[in-house]
């Protein structure tokens, strides 16, 4: 593209540990730092993530707030507020949880679930669903999901999201043309 999008999106990410949903968002901030007007990762300090993303020069915000702190809500809709984003696209179930009420706190309009595992089945017990819980409450505040595999893909349309649920793979390149939001 000659011309970049006029969006400021914000990948939020407050994994501590590197794996798949990081490589994703490495991926993704390199792919648009040339088709969006703005991108910024939301990660911890000192994290993997902040360590991968600074070794290649990508931009990122820090959090210093606690994953399970209320806290971290103020702290990402402050980010959301003056780096001007009006997209934000939640990664992870803590990501997921405090990201979109900053950005429904902030006025973001553009609100993005990744998702990546099927929290219920790779957690039994009560941390599934919780994390259940998580994304059952977002429903409320997402406009869009992204799914990585197709059996997240269906359950998403199982729950009655499948006009808003994307399935797109992981490790597929961003497309020339990013899509303009018109059907």
């Not at 993704?28 to 020069?57: F, I, P, W, Y």
């Not at 696209?89 to 973001?108: E, K, T």
């Amino acid at each position: 593209l000659s011309m970049t999008q006029s969006h400021g999106v914000l990948l939020v990410d407050l994994a501590r540990g590197f794996g798949g949903a990081e490589v994703r968002v490495l991926t993704q901030a390199r792919a648009m730092q040339n088709l969006v007007e703005k991108c910024g990762v939301a990660t911890l300090a000192d994290s993997a993530l902040h360590d991968h993303l600074k070794a290649e020069n990508l931009p990122f915000e820090l959090i210093s707030s606690s994953r399970g702190s209320p806290k971290m809500m103020f702290e990402l809709r402050k980010i959301i507020k003056s780096g001007n984003y009006n997209i934000v696209d939640a990664h992870n179930v803590q990501s997921i949880l405090w990201g979109h009420f900053a950005a429904r706190l902030a006025g973001s309009r553009g609100r993005v679930a990744t998702i990546h595992s099927d929290f219920g089945r790779e957690y039994p017990g009560l941390k599934g669903k919780l994390y259940e819980t998580v994304l059952w409450i977002n429903r409320f505040f997402v406009r869009q999901y992204i799914n990585v595999t197709e059996v997240l893909q269906e359950k998403s349309a199982r729950r009655g999201d499948a006009k808003r649920s994307t399935l797109i793979y992981n490790a597929v390149p961003v497309p020339e043309t990013p899509y303009d939001g018109k059907d």
